[in-house]
């Protein structure tokens, strides 16, 4: 199907969106709620959600078909991780296909991509029944992190392949026609604004730190600059490091250790406060009462999923 045919249909619009890995959880959130708005029915395609994981998309419209029993698969030796994930993505499209054929949905509307050759390859069988739409949310592969081969090598297959794409800022469509994308078929969204979930509106609670607090949230990846943010902090003058205080919190994407053995020889562990791994949701609203600033030192970046969810507290942002 053309995105056209898809486009001029006078009955409701039918779309499929896929976010295999469930990366941006609170923006599939925010684009389900537009979408309800402009009277639009749609289903998700997505991976279980993990322990202690807060549901941002209604059950009724998520369809878990991505990594069943493997998504965490810490039975598996390390080294076959990668190809483990790799298979059961390719069953994860197995699934996808069948629901297309079920659904008949007017566009299919992928977040995301994965491994880009598998899907490449599911996604010109997709658009044989459906529209298809693409979201690069980053125009700049993975913002310059270092790729597995799987991830590195066909990156703009699927932004050739899909009859729209989706980018968030005037430079990212200008980065895509530079590498050979249709700029016909660019179109630029912005961001916009993320809701907090009601887990994350809790009544304030006396500070237990009287220090001015800047805080780095999200999943911990190279690109955020984390290094950075060290650096910076040991070049601070120490009359003014001991009134501040430093929390870095979220899920280690990354190595630490080398950023672990640069803060203890820069002697910044009474500054600056760890807390690897994801936080629940009461201890994320707790994070956010306890910040003074939010700090993004990143290297690379389209649009910021953090800053858009952060931005309603009306904190500094650095």
């Known amino acids: 199907m053309s995105f056209n045919d898809a486009a001029d249909a006078t009955r409701r619009l039918n779309v499929i969106l896929a976010d295999p890995s469930l990366f941006t959880g609170p923006y599939d959130s925010g684009l389900t709620a537009g979408l309800a708005a402009a009277d639009v ?6 991976r279980p959600l993990r322990a202690g994981e807060r549901a941002d998309l209604p059950t009724d419209i998520s369809n878990p078909i991505f990594y069943r029993g493997t998504d965490r698969a810490t039975w ?24 297309i054929r079920r659904q008949r949905p007017d566009i299919v509307h992928f977040q ?25 949310h980053d125009a700049t592969p993975y913002n310059g992190d270092r790729l597995s081969i799987l991830q590195r090598v066909g990156f703009d297959y699927p932004i050739k392949i899909a009859q729209r794409v989706i980018v968030h800022t005037q430079s990212a469509a200008q980065k895509l026609s530079s590498r050979g994308c249709d700029p016909a078929k660019i179109r630029v969204v912005p961001h916009g604004p993320l809701t907090f979930s009601p887990g994350l509106t809790q009544p304030p609670l006396p500070r237990a730190d009287s220090r001015f607090t800047f805080v780095l949230f999200g999943q911990l990846k190279p690109y955020k600059g984390l290094d950075v943010l060290v ?9 003014y490091r001991k009134q501040m205080r430093i929390i870095i919190a979220g899920a280690p994407m990354m190595n630490m250790s080398t950023l672990l ?14 807390r690897l791994g994801r936080l629940p949701d009461d201890q ?15 290297r690379q970046i ?17």
């Open 41 to 46: 029915d749609c289903r998700w395609v997505v």
């Open 76 to 99: 598996a030796p390390k080294p076959l991780r990668p190809v483990l994930k790799g298979f059961s993505h390719i069953i994860g499209w197995a699934r996808l296909l069948q629901q």
């Open 112 to 136: 995301w991509t994965v491994l880009p050759i598998i899907d490449a390859i599911g996604m010109l069988l997709a658009r044989r029944k459906a529209a298809l739409v693409l979201t690069v």
């Open 231 to 239: 650096e910076a902090l040991a070049l601070t003058p120490p009359e």
């Open 261 to 274: 053995r640069r803060i203890a020889e820069l002697d910044l562990r009474e500054t600056i406060d760890l």
């Open 284 to 298: 994320m609203a707790r994070l956010f009462q306890e910040a003074d600033s939010f700090v993004f030192p990143y």
């Open 302 to 318: 389209d649009a910021s999923g953090v800053y858009y969810l952060v931005r309603p507290l009306k904190k500094w942002m650095i």
